[in-house]
């Protein structure tokens, strides 16, 4: 599979800042994976995405160290406009990514197509198909400041798909919502993972990333402390050494294990876990 | 990326200071009624233009003052007529706060905390004490001149116009140099100071 | 003492459409209290009109027996303290000090009195390696720290917590734990709302569940964990421990790892 | 509205079924300006009057007339009683020819017409204003600005501007719910509302300038940074030969007006 985006020993820190926010990342996401980043607070993940977006230090300011390369290109090379269309990224806070200027979440959504100039007829298939998949069909005609948090992080979600990015960056995209809300946003990130989209993602709620994504990028003080298949990183100890929060049914695996009462491997989904329970058959 | 990002991000921090001015100015005013029909006010919106001027640059900073104390006057029915005074005394306010701030000194490449107080009261007085002077002798001859106004009156809403002004601009100095001094660390560290020191 | 909220309606002002209808709880004194469901439920508001920020516009709210209605919401709060969804909303101090510190002042109490108030907030809170950095620039889940800090120094009897879970890591839900077990040292009830149901199952003893504007389940956390129907209605899952035990067809209703791995 | 309606009136042009509202941005504004500016200028109570009715006319063609004359009519006394009560006062006593007597004191005509003059000034200006502001819909103005070459930027400086007073407005309401509940009493007396000014202000001014970033960000995930063509999702018929017309007539109309009003009145 082909590397779409590298970073080659990266350093950055924020302008005003003394420490670095990320050093020395070094990591390769390759085509069509999914990607799920880990770690506790102000581990930089957030840094992380940004980086490969290119607003650091484009947007932010800062130093950068090292090279960020999307698709073989170094990210300075590209253009602005062009790689905000090749890179979808939903931000952090869901409040605040409302544009302001649309009156109803249909246009909001539709603001990108405007702005890469689609036509007309495209622009509404798109927006109805979209917001059918994020469940914002019965809200299009309600003014996106009038929403509920939940609600936003939907409608700012759906805005972002839009624009049917091959390279789609997550931030944090299910921290308003309810159980079955999340359910909903990963069933999402496994359908565009089936369009063969890129999608990196960053959150806290682990069980989830381990059942849908195909590796791991942990992080902790600013830099990665593991990468690799959810089964390989959600072992290791290290994660646990530096309070990066792990699934509980891996957590439920090794406390079987303490007990000697071993599962015949680590699950990573609920599914799993119970299959292999019930294949060991002795309650 | 960096040049256009900039732009949209001055022109919102432009709006949005404009609709402080036009918040602060609609909703948090004291009417005060006057001879004449007319009516002068207490009311901190000059301070977001200053505040604007101070954070944004001159140019912008004044326009942040003059749409949004355009568009508040707009909507009064006792300050429509002197609309387009308005626009032109803020703009003007803006341009020199902005003008001893960032031209004179520099207070954006500055670090030093008592420094950029100094300057920021420093600009904030001048781009005020402009309007205290300014704004009853434009607004004079403005309403004698242009919406013709008998002299006698026109002299004594000036007379009455410079004293509200001036209170307003005392409080609005004060308030300014204290919201600024307040958010400038906030907003340096999240960028949001559009030049920003070079490193 | 206890709060008592007699069959509430509300709905926003400049908004027809209600946003709760006819909710009744009581929560005693030193209670532990969790409030989970769906989105735009009413949960937040709910516990905006215990705090008689709002103003029900039909039935009653009693705190400690006294009628909320005829009360201003600044003289509830020294009852009721109410942490934020959103910490931004409520900071404007320059000084994490001064910010925990501002209401005592404002309540003219004690220098002594302050001084120790503000000690215990802060070690509870674990904000102190913060105490230098300005309030804007803390990450934003500490920053709820300092909202929790906040309240805790004003020592309501009735501690409510809008999300506390929200975007938090591992070390925030242990320091989280340590706020509710000094909560529940100091006798304080706490009604908390969120979506974490493994926190919820955690901490909490009873659960209220809302749904469509109203409370549709009050219980112990066994029951409610335990009725799929009512889950289901409020758009929640059950915590996963009582998920896998459900598969494997445990009768004992668990809702901890640990016990899970002892009936396994 | 169902959705399939709604959806399907993006597909024609923006109509409300009002000749006025449909009426072309552009042309609307180039006419409601010139006639406003006029009465601004001329400053004659005749002036003023007969864009005032013709104001009121206009407004009571459109669906927006109740609120329209709600709106007018307070601005109307709170203006103009105050006007008349101020100014009659100051010239009351004045000499020249008498109209009547009020507390024993002369009330010269020229204190009257020059009452009118400012009262109809102010409300033909304000009346055509309103009618304009009331009927158009900023982002169609801003949309049919933009096809004529006015830049983007600008456009969206102008919305965001809008956008941002409603948004100041709600988050001033939260921070005030929120500093209420941590015991600051914020109702009251003056010195109560005084006092809760700065706590109220200071997280709604660094809350709003430190979300500009997130929206910075958020337009630039929506590929406003984009070069190249920008369409829209709303569509808004071309100006049509007869609205062209009107703005032309109103503003030779203003022109001439000026010049004559100034001249004659
Ligand atoms: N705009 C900024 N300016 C300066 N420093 C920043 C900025 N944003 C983040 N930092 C710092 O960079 C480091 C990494 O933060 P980052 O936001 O990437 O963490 P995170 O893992 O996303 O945390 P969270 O889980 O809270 O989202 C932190 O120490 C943080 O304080
Ligand atoms: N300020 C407001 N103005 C008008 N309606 C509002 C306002 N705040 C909330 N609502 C509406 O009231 C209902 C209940 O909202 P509430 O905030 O109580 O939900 P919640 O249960 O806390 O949801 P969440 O889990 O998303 O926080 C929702 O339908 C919401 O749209
Ligand atoms: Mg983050
Ligand atoms: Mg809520």
Known sequence: ?283 | MKTKNQTVMKLAQTALLAALCFVSFTFLQIKIPMPGGDATSLHIGNAFCVLGALLLGGWYGGLAGAIGMTIADLMDPIYITGAPKTFFLKLCIGLIVGLVAHHIAKINDSTDKKYVFKWSLIASIAGLSFNVIADPIVGYFYKQYILGQPQKMAEVLAKWSAATTFVNAVVSVILVVFIYNAVRPILLRSGLLVSQPKN | MAIEVKEISFSYPGNPVTAVENVSMKIEKGERVAIIGQNGAGKSTTVKLINNIYKPTQGKIFVDGIDTSTKTTAQIAPHVGYVFQNPNDQIFNDDVIKEIQYVLRYWKLSEEEIGQRTEEAIEVTGIRPYLETHPFDIPLPIRKFLTIAVVLAVSPDYVILDEPTAGQDLWGCEQLKIVMDYLKKKGKAVITISHDMEYVAEHFERVIVMAHKNVIADGSKEDIFYQPDILKEAHVTPPLCARIGQKMGIKKKILNIQELVENL | MTEEQFVDSFRKYQKKGNWWCDFHPVAKMVTCLSLGFMCLIVFRWQVGLIIFLLAGGIAFLTPVWKKYFKMIGIMFLLGCVFTVIVRLYVHMGDPGPVAFYLFGKSVPVAAIISCLDLIFMIEGFLGIFLVFFMTTEMRDLCCCLEQLGMSSTVTFMVLSTFSSITSIKEKLNRVRESQRARGIETEGNLFVKVKSILPVLFPVIISSMTGIEDKTLAMDARAFAADGVHTSLRKIQPAKRSEKTVAVVAVIVSILGCVAGKLFL
């Open chain 1, 1 to 283: 599979m082909s590397v779409c985006i590298e970073f080659q020993d990266v350093s950055y820190a924020y302008p005003l800042t003394k420490k670095a926010a990320v050093r020395h990342l070094n990591c390769k996401l390759e085509k069509g994976k999914c990607y799920g980043v880990i770690g506790p607070n102000a581990s930089g993940k957030t840094t992380f995405c940004n980086l490969m977006r290119g607003l650091c230090p484009k947007f932010y300011g800062g130093i950068l160290k090292g090279n960020v390369l999307v698709e073989g290109k170094n990210l300075e090379e590209w253009e602005d406009g062009e790689l905000s269309v090749r890179i979808g990224y939903v931000f952090q806070d869901p409040f605040a990514q409302v544009s302001g200027i649309k009156e109803t979440v249909f246009e909001e959504i539709g603001m990108g197509l405007e702005n890469t100039g689609v036509e007309q007829e495209e622009m509404i298939r798109r927006i109805l198909e979209i917001a059918k998949v994020v469940k914002v069909d019965t809200l299009l005609q309600k003014n996106p400041l009038a929403l509920s948090g939940g609600q936003c992080q939907r409608v700012a979600f759906a805005s972002v798909l839009a624009l049917d990015s091959d390279i789609i960056v997550i931030d944090e995209p299910t921290s308003q919502l309810d159980p079955d809300g999340t359910m909903d946003v990963f069933e999402i990130i496994g359908a565009l993972k089936r369009q063969g989209k890129t999608v990196i993602i960053a959150e806290h709620k682990v069980d989830l990333l381990a059942e849908y994504c195909d590796e791991i990028i942990a992080m902790a003080e600013g830099t990665i402390i593991a990468q690799g298949t959810v089964r390989e990183v959600f072992q290791l100890q290290i994660l646990r050494e530096k309070k990066v929060r792990i699934p509980q049914v891996v957590t439920l695996a090794l406390l079987l294990e303490e007990k000697k009462k071993a599962l015949s491997s680590i699950p990573v989904s609920e599914r799993e876990a119970v299959a292999m329970l019930k294949e060991r058959g002795d309650i």
